[in-house]
């Protein structure tokens, strides 16, 4: 699979249980804020070339795991999510059923991103793709993202990943520069 054979043989594969702190002022939040981030979020339509800027593993305020892919749009045929913006794609891993479907979808989006088999994306590579060490910093991929009706009648967008072949990973740089996106 090549990139995740060089994962260090330590990186961990399980994640710690947090318990929940006393509540923080509002100021303690306000000074540990990481600034203002792009929230905006991957809406429905084709994404025909996405750069990643971070994948990574988060606990979310309810306590559960998210999953989150920070892209850098390099090409859209999305209008309210052009070339030269951002988006993120985030997968909370909520107790329950939807656990095993947060895990597929994940697990199927590594393999695109990384032209790999769903075999070759174990435990240890996607703890290595989310690792600090942010292996997969600078990989495209492609996605294709459609709203579906849930069972309690809320939205939720599905999205197919597809893998850039090495050509068009080859010109990472050149489709980052014309999205007006500054060199990494």
């Given at each position: 699979m090549g ?13 710690p ?29 084709i994404?025909?070339?996405?750069q990643?800027?971070v ?17 850098d ?10 070339a ?15 656990e095993?479907l947060a895990?597929?979808?994940?697990r199927?989006?590594l ?22 060490a ?5 990989r495209?991929?492609h996605?294709?993202?459609v709203?579906k ?13 597809r ?10 740089a ?6 007006r996106?500054?060199?990494?």
């Amino acid at each position: 699979m090549g990139l995740f054979d060089n994962a260090p043989s330590d990186v961990s594969t399980a994640r710690p249980v947090v318990a929940a702190a006393p509540r923080k002022s509002v100021f303690d939040l306000i000074g540990e804020a990481e600034g203002d981030r792009n929230s905006s979020y991957l809406l429905p339509g084709i994404y025909p070339v996405l750069q990643v800027n971070v994948l990574k593993m988060i606990t979310a305020r309810a306590g559960h795991d998210s999953f989150v892919a920070e892209f850098d749009i390099l090409d859209s045929e999305v209008e309210e999510r052009p070339a030269g913006t951002s988006a993120s794609w985030v997968v909370a891993f909520k107790p329950g059923d939807r656990e095993k479907l947060a895990a597929n979808n994940v697990r199927s989006f590594l393999a695109a991103l990384m032209g790999a088999t769903l075999e070759e994306v174990d435990a240890k590579a996607a703890a290595f793709a989310s690792s600090a060490a942010n292996p997969c910093h600078g990989r495209l991929v492609h996605a294709s993202a459609v709203n579906k009706l849930t069972k309690a009648g809320g939205d939720f967008t599905a999205i197919n990943w597809r893998t850039l072949q090495a050509d068009v990973q080859a010109r990472a740089a050149e489709l980052r520069l014309a999205a007006r996106f500054p060199p990494f």
